[in-house]
Nanobody, 124 residues
């Protein structure tokens, strides 16, 4: 098991930026594929971005391409989500997830470890 703690959420205006962080502890972070998901009120949790253990071949949901960037620092056991040009429809709770020896899949069901989430609110 790996424990995940997200931070960096908050309130931002349309067009603004935020950087989310997810700090991992408990197991070898570099063995885990990492991903971000989000859940808006009354909606299902959806995939946002994922990264292989090595940090290569990032995968993104179509609705965040060219606006969001996922990255990781294995030396700091941390994965990041840089969010630019935010829109009101990006408002959601953002969750960090980890998949041991994963390949950066977009399916939530494969991720064994989840953080508690961090709220992102984009005002219009």
């Amino acid at each position: 098991q790996v424990q995940l703690v997200e931070s960096g959420g908050g309130l931002v205006q349309t067009g603004g930026s935020l950087r989310l962080s997810c700090a991992a502890s408990g197991r070898t972070f570099s063995n885990y594929a990492m991903a971000w998901f989000r859940q808006a009120p009354g909606k299902e949790r959806v995939f946002v971005a994922a990264l292989k253990p090595s940090g290569g071949n990032p995968r993104y949901a179509d609705f965040v391409k060219d606006r969001f960037t996922i990255s990781r620092d294995n030396a700091k056991n941390t994965v990041y989500l840089q969010m630019n040009n935010l829109k009101p429809e990006d408002t959601a709770v953002y969750y960090c997830a980890a998949h041991l020896y994963g390949l950066g899949y977009s399916e939530a069901r494969v991720y064994e470890n989840w953080g508690q989430g961090t709220q992102v609110t984009v005002s219009s």
